[in-house]
């Protein structure tokens, strides 16, 4: 089973736009974390923000987290073609030792 | 600084047969995640080694073991090979105590017919 569910399944904009993407979980975590994987490849870290913070930022990237209502969003300014990847919300849940994704929203740029 | 290791890229097994993944974590790291992932589907998280000990399990029958190595590197080995087990496998290694961020390999993409 998996702990993160993001939203929506798959984003489609233009080179330039924004790009919003919602990860909702379950159970009382440690830390969130953002991960982007290009097709078929290994995943790469963004940006991870503790429990206790409610924003973070790096360069692009904008994350929000809401441990009242179990949720996060991650913010991608800017996109670019090169932004095409799928991104992944991982949690890291209290008491345990393994972080657990969720389904990914698959985020296509269009140049 | 080498990064996560992974080995095969590429493997094709028939039903019933066993299989072995390997891979070597980034250097410093003392943890192995291995995880599971389908086509369009988010990474399933098999187990986790830490100090030679499967420390977390997920979900996976026990055809779904592994090890890992003073080295720190570990191994996947799965047992009677089922149509379902096609997949890309991932290996993440992190830092003990780090806030867990994972750096993961390539992964191995197993096929099996």
């Known amino acids: 089973s998996q702990q993160g569910e993001e939203d929506p399944q798959a984003l489609s904009i233009q080179e330039g736009e924004n790009a919003t993407m919602n990860c909702s979980y379950k159970?009382?975590?440690?830390?969130l974390q953002w991960y982007r994987q290009n097709s078929g490849r290994g995943l790469v870290h963004l940006i991870l923000?503790?429990?206790?913070?409610r924003e973070k930022h790096s360069g692009r990237l904008r994350v929000t987290l809401d441990t009242s209502k179990k949720s996060s969003s991650l913010l991608i300014t800017a996109s670019r073609a090169a932004d095409t990847a799928s991104y992944f919300c991982?949690?890291?849940?209290?008491?345990?030792?393994?972080?657990?994704f969720g389904a990914g929203t698959r985020l296509f740029v269009k140049a | 600084d080498a990064g996560v290791t992974q080995s095969p890229t590429h493997l094709i097994k028939t039903r019933g047969q066993q299989v072995t993944l390997r891979c070597s974590p980034k250097?410093?790291?003392?943890?192995v995640s291995w995880y599971q992932q389908a086509l369009g589907q988010g990474p399933q998280f098999i187990f986790q080694?830490?100090?030679?000990?499967?420390?977390q399990r997920g979900n996976f029958p026990d055809r779904f073991s592994g090890h890992q190595f003073p080295n720190y590197s570990s191994e996947l080995n799965v047992n009677a090979l089922l149509l379902g087990d096609s997949a890309l496998y991932l290996c993440?290694?992190?830092?003990?105590?780090?806030?867990?961020?994972?750096?993961f390999g390539s992964g191995t993409q197993l096929s099996v017919l």
């Open positions: 923000i503790r429990s206790n913070e």
């Open positions: 991982a949690t890291d849940n209290t008491g345990g030792f393994k972080t657990i």
């Open positions: 993440a290694s992190s830092l003990s105590g780090s806030l867990s961020r994972l750096f």
């Open positions: 080694y830490y100090e030679e000990e499967e420390r």
């Open positions: 159970t009382s975590i440690n830390n």
């Open positions: 250097s410093g790291h003392d943890t």
